[in-house]
């Protein structure tokens, strides 16, 4: 079972940026597909970026544009750069594995906040 500790997350001004780090225990890229998920209060939690099993990217509608996901195949590591932040981001962040093949597992690091305020 794949371990996912995020980091990178904290308090920055509207307009700022942040970069969120994923570290995977183990090889990942070749048995999971990785995306990053936010929960706010109150709401369920939502896709924020991923990648497909084809390696392509997904993006929320509302943070095309700003965020960009990417990965270190070398160092089992998935980023989200975040730029231009708004209050609205304000979350948690989750790292996600998903199995490539059935069961389609999800697992979830321990989520690391976001909070983008003046």
């Known amino acids: 079972q794949v371990q996912l500790v995020e980091s990178g997350g904290g308090l920055v001004q509207p307009g700022g940026s942040l970069r969120l780090s994923c570290a995977a225990s183990?090889?990942?890229?070749?048995?999971?597909?990785m995306g990053w998920y936010r929960q706010a209060p109150g709401k369920q939690r939502e896709l924020v970026a991923a990648?497909?099993?084809?390696?392509?990217?997904n993006y929320a509608d509302s943070v095309k544009g700003r965020f960009t996901i990417s990965r270190d195949n070398a160092k089992n590591t998935v980023y989200l750069q975040m730029n231009s932040l708004k209050p609205e981001d304000t979350a948690v962040y989750y790292c996600?594995?998903?199995?490539?093949?059935?069961?389609?597992?999800?697992?979830w690091g321990q989520g690391t906040q976001v909070t983008v305020s003046s």
């Open positions: 996600a594995a998903r199995n490539i093949v059935p069961p389609l597992n999800f697992y």
């Open positions: 183990g090889s990942i890229f070749s048995r999971y597909v």
């Open positions: 990648f497909t099993s084809g390696g392509s990217t």
